[in-house]
């Protein structure tokens, strides 16, 4: 079967691009189906991010500090390093931005599907929503590749 440290940092470099790409790419996708202003795209592509989200983003949620914690373990780092504390804290901090985004993208695919049912336009509270999801995006994204780069450097921070 092999080493097991080996086999452990490949699930976690997997997950953590599942992490990344796949916000990556449903934030690509829902931020150009809302800037062509067509509502039937936006309720699809909405109901496609919340879907993409509970099958990968969240998986590899889980699997990220578990994965981390158990190679800390195998590594023999110290888990107080200076580097792994700014990674947990910019880990935390992607969540926490994380958490209210998916609650903003089942409401915007719920207006969405519901204006396009009743053949009525957006309402001003989808503006509201994709407004504080793209404010939201942006820290959980640089926090995201911050980590990246704390994963990669290891540096000694202080």
């Known amino acids: 079967m092999g080493d097991p440290y080996l086999w452990l940092?490949?699930?976690?470099?997997?997950?953590?691009?599942?992490?990344?790409?796949?916000g990556l790419g449903t934030a690509?996708?829902?931020?150009t189906a809302h800037l062509r202003r067509d509502d039937r795209a936006i309720a699809v592509v909405a109901r496609n991010v919340v879907i993409a989200d509970l099958l990968f983003?969240?998986?590899?949620?889980v699997v990220q500090p578990t994965s981390g914690i158990?190679?800390?373990?195998l590594a023999g780092f110290d888990p107080w390093a200076s580097w792994l504390m700014v990674a947990y804290?910019?880990?935390l901090l992607a969540g926490l931005c994380w958490l209210p985004v998916v609650v903003i993208q089942i409401r915007v695919r719920d207006e969405a599907a519901a204006a396009v049912a009743e053949r009525r336009p957006l309402p001003a509270r989808y503006y509201r929503l994709i407004r504080a999801w793209f404010i939201l995006g942006w820290p959980a994204f640089v926090a995201l590749i911050a980590v990246f780069?704390?994963?990669?450097?290891?540096?000694?921070?202080?």
Do not use: D, N, R
């Open 28 to 31: 690509f996708q829902m931020w």
């Open 89 to 91: 804290a910019l880990y």
């Open 9 to 22: 940092k490949w699930v976690h470099i997997l997950s953590a691009a599942v992490l990344f790409g796949t």
């Open 70 to 73: 158990a190679l800390i373990v």
């Open 149 to 158: 780069a704390l994963m990669v450097a290891k540096p000694a921070l202080w």
């Open 57 to 61: 983003t969240t998986p590899a949620i």
